[in-house]
């Protein structure tokens, strides 16, 4: 099999996946003009050692040993141009694992190092059994010893008398006990040797300028500071085929608001209200979802637009302000995260609008898609995490990064048009920690160069709310069916009623789900008691996740087949999703995923 790998200075290229135990794999570079000759370095480690084998073609042959492992292989590709100065292009290529095939042949290496090691092992198990079994020995009150040349015991004439030593111990304060022949012991003073000196740390920082400067705390003489950013990049220009691609997605940009506005008037209703809106929907119902349609000021464009018209893509989540970790407020200043309080508990902190929508969509057409991530904080409190988590889903597959505070990190991928991209990002707030004026700016901008940081914001903004529309539903509450698919052997199919149909044997875990892939399908819930079912055993099972609305993780429910009921403390974003685990064998099952009010599960309803 080729991979292909597109070579560009500063950045890191993703190729497509291999198998472990895969052999004769290659990689085909372009992207940018190769010599005659330069070097490939391999390694299974990001900070190597790496092993250099010169190129003369641009199709690299992956060593077949860096594929046993089941680690990515990193490669780096090392040119000296006629100027005689040194690029370095670096190369992440995914590894699958699995288990060894039965026709697999073990490389040379792999052969010797397994034949040096049974030599070895032979060679130690023999020395250690002659050493146990011919150490000098009292037999009759005199000493004997191990003959080698006669293969036997001889005596040495010589009496064995007076206290001998029977053993020796080495004590946790690196004393050492002696215990003699006659029952008594004796423990000499310490042996380890005096402490060493004290090393010294060194902690660099890195200034909204891009200059990196050092402290340490043993008084020494720090390196000189360094400005580490590259030079201004182009501003973007949106082309005619932008503007296209950023209108077919106003629609699913404008969820969470049009979300939030809805589960307003759901939460704020009195009887009486409830009673108007059902006479209005023309019968009593079982359950509601009331919609409310944005009135957007346009500027002359024909199409609505989403949030986020400038280069920042990361927009804030909807549920700020908020209280969260049981103490900790997040407010949001200027666009910029705000954090006060004490944590009395932990959590991932969704920054961007996470539920009831998956992340901020990203626009892209098919080829090589750049994003870079880049971060800032001030008042850091002591102990906290130096860093945000960000990253994408792609097609529902996550692909997360820390990225430090002061830095930013250059991610690229290929793309298909139709390929589902939406960012995620999310930081930790710890247990213990209080955080005082705590500030946090993140951005996430399209290309390969991170810019100065500007708010998120919406070049066309809402500028009124046109009126309820009342969608009916019956029991169950999970209102819309996902999409279909075969994933690790099981092919899911998806019918009008929202049974869904399971075939095949699981090579892992298969499963389907809403949650990154179907926005439509996330249901808001208030709190309460609720029943989930459609399981059918231990390894076949229903299960049902989501976020409150305060941002904090419903960490699911499973149904393996009687039903399960659990109580919601809160309102919350919930999804459903169904689970084959590995071995399982699926013929023509048949899942009817049913979430319902109550401690009891009835039958199936669309």
Request: proline share 6%.
């Given at each position: 099999m080729t991979v292909k790998a597109i070579l560009r200075s500063g950045s890191v290229f993703r190729t497509a996946q291999l198998s472990q135990y895969d052999q004769g794999q290659m990689i085909h570079l372009s992207g940018v003009e190769?010599?005659?000759?330069?070097?490939?370095?391999?390694?299974?480690?990001?900070?190597?050692?790496?092993?250099?084998?010169?190129q003369t073609t641009d199709t690299v042959a992956v060593p077949d040993k860096y594929l046993t492992s089941g680690n990515p292989v990193y490669v780096w590709i090392v040119v000296v141009g006629e100027d005689e100065r040194t690029t370095r292009y670096e190369i992440i290529v995914p590894v699958k694992g699995r288990g060894e095939p039965d026709d697999y042949t073990p490389t040379p290496s792999e052969q010797t190092a397994i034949e040096v090691a049974i030599a070895a092992l032979n060679s130690a198990v023999e020395a250690a059994g002659v050493a146990i079994a011919h150490y000098p020995r009292i037999t009759d009150g005199v000493w004997q010893v191990w003959d080698v040349t006669a293969g036997e015991w001889i005596s040495t004439g010589v009496v064995a008398t007076g206290n001998g030593i029977a053993g020796a111990t080495l004590n946790q304060d690196y004393t050492l006990t002696l215990t003699f022949t006659n029952g008594e012991t004796y423990t000499t003073p310490s042996i380890r040797g005096a402490q060493g000196p004290q090393g010294v740390t060194f902690t660099p920082a890195v200034s909204s300028e891009g200059v990196i400067s050092w402290t340490n705390d043993g008084g020494k003489t720090n390196p000189q500071p360094v400005n580490i950013k590259g030079p201004q990049g182009?501003?973007?220009?949106?082309?005619?085929?932008?503007?296209?691609?950023?209108?077919?997605?106003?629609?699913?940009?404008?969820?969470?608001?049009?979300?939030?506005?809805?589960?307003?008037?759901?939460?704020?209703?009195?009887?009486?209200?409830?009673?108007?809106?059902?006479?209005?929907?023309?019968?009593?119902?079982?359950?509601?979802?009331?919609?409310i349609e944005p009135v957007q000021d346009l500027h002359g464009y024909d199409h609505p637009w989403p949030g986020g018209g400038n280069k920042n893509l990361l927009q804030p989540?909807?549920?700020?302000?908020?209280t969260i970790a049981g103490g900790v407020n997040v407010t949001l200043v200027d666009g910029v995260y705000v954090f006060n309080g004490t944590a009395t508990s932990g959590v991932n902190f969704n920054l961007d609008n996470w539920l009831p929508t998956p992340g901020n969509p990203v626009p892209h057409s098919a080829g090589t898609l750049n994003l870079c991530i880049s971060a800032q904080a001030e008042n850091v409190p002591t102990g906290q995490y130096a860093y945000i988590q960000s990253g994408y889903f792609l097609n529902g597959t996550p692909r997360q990064w820390n990225v430090s505070f002061g830095s930013n990190r250059l991610i690229s991928t290929e793309v298909e048009e139709s390929d589902v991209v939406y960012?995620?990002?999310?930081?930790?707030?710890?247990?213990?920690?209080?955080?005082?004026?705590?500030?946090?700016?993140?951005?996430?901008?399209?290309?390969?160069?991170?810019t100065a940081w500007?708010?998120?914001?919406?070049?066309?903004?809402?500028?009124?709310?046109?009126?309820?529309?009342?969608?009916?539903?019956?029991?169950?509450?999970?209102?819309t069916k996902v999409n279909g698919r075969t994933t690790a052997g099981i092919t899911f199919t998806v019918h009008e009623d929202g049974s869904v149909i399971a075939n095949g044997t699981a090579t892992g875990t298969a499963w389907l789900t809403s949650r990154l892939t179907d926005r439509n399908l996330l249901?808001?819930?208030?709190?309460g008691t609720y029943t989930v079912s459609g399981g059918k055993s231990a390894n076949i099972i229903c299960y049902l996740g989501g976020n409150y609305v305060d941002g904090s993780n419903i960490w699911g429910y499973y149904d393996k087949g009687t039903g399960v009921t659990f109580t919601l403390t809160?309102?919350?974003?919930?999804?459903?999703?169904?689970?084959?685990?590995?071995?399982?064998?699926?013929?023509?099952?048949?899942?009817?995923?049913?979430?319902?009010?109550?401690?009891?599960?009835?039958?199936?309803?669309?």
């Open positions: 190769l010599p005659a000759s330069y070097l490939a370095e391999f390694s299974n480690s990001e900070t190597g050692p790496a092993e250099q084998i010169t182009d501003d973007y220009i949106l082309t005619a085929e932008d503007k296209a691609e950023i209108a077919q997605q106003a629609a699913e940009s404008l969820a969470p608001v049009l979300d939030e506005k809805a589960t307003a008037i759901h939460t704020s209703a009195g009887p009486s209200a409830i009673a108007s809106i059902s006479d209005a929907a023309a019968a009593p119902v079982d359950s509601l979802t009331v919609a989540n909807v549920v700020i302000p908020t960012t995620r990002t999310y930081i930790n707030i710890l247990s213990g920690i209080t955080y005082n004026n705590f500030r946090v700016k993140v951005q996430i901008e399209i290309g390969n160069t991170a500007t708010p998120y914001s919406n070049i066309c903004p809402i500028s009124g709310w046109t009126g309820a529309k009342v969608t009916r539903t019956g029991k169950n509450l999970i209102r249901t808001f819930v208030k709190a809160k309102d919350a974003w919930v999804y459903p999703q169904i689970q084959v685990y590995a071995g399982q064998i699926c013929d023509n099952i048949v899942f009817n995923f049913q979430l319902e009010l109550g401690s009891t599960a009835t039958d199936y309803e669309p």
